[in-house]
């Protein structure tokens, strides 16, 4: 077991909320108030954390590298903590993410991702795009990497997607990716 050293602790007022950071050797991880965020659904759940700024515009390769880095680093999935590198602060779910790929300055969440993006067809999607869906059955993101085989088939996708695992690269089947829509980011570079 590695052992972690604390290296800080702040409490910090964010949107309406607050959280307390702890920074264990570069990483840091945030623990959430029990504050609603008012208009999101399981608002009790979800956290805001620190805003980034503002909306960044990024190339698909500047996006999926962002991605990657939460995979090295093992981020695990939780909608009550956030996760602070040099990419910025955000929730660690998967619309939270996607809003740290994306650059985006807050974290967003599935049922608002569409003020910050825009649907399109799977067959224009490019790296760095997202497949998205939210009903009232099913709620989820994650980022396109690439088409394996025909465009519109199966998928790799990187995402955060469940409690008890951390963000990781995925192969999505076909029927899976049916599930989806195609977004891209506003400011997609």
């Not at 307390?20 to 840091?28: H, I």
């Not at 981020?75 to 650059?103: I, L």
């Not at 300055?105 to 649907?119: A, E, M, R």
Request: proline letters at 2%; aromatic letters at 8%; charged letters at 15%.
């Amino acid at each position: 077991m590695i052992r972690k050293t604390l290296t800080s602790l702040a409490l910090i007022g964010v949107t309406g909320a607050a959280i307390a950071v702890a920074s264990f050797g570069g990483a840091a991880y945030a623990s959430p108030t029990t504050e609603a965020i008012p208009g999101v659904e399981n608002a009790s759940i979800l956290v805001a954390c620190t805003s980034n700024g503002a909306d960044e515009t990024h190339t698909g390769a500047q996006i999926l590298a962002r991605g990657k880095l939460w995979i090295t680093e093992k981020v695990p999935y939780s909608q009550t903590n956030c996760h602070k590198n040099v990419n910025g602060t955000y929730r660690q779910d998967c619309s939270g993410f996607v809003s740290m790929a994306w650059g985006l300055k807050d974290s967003h969440w599935t049922g608002n991702i569409l003020d910050v993006s825009k649907k399109i067809s799977k067959s224009s999607m490019k790296p760095g795009d997202a497949f998205w869906v939210h009903n009232s059955s099913h709620q989820h993101m994650g980022l396109f990497v690439k088409w394996v085989g025909a465009a519109g088939g199966a998928a790799i996708v990187y995402e955060e997607s469940s409690s008890g695992t951390n963000a990781h690269q995925s192969t999505w089947s076909a029927s899976r990716v049916a599930e989806f829509t195609a977004l891209r980011y506003n400011h997609f570079h």
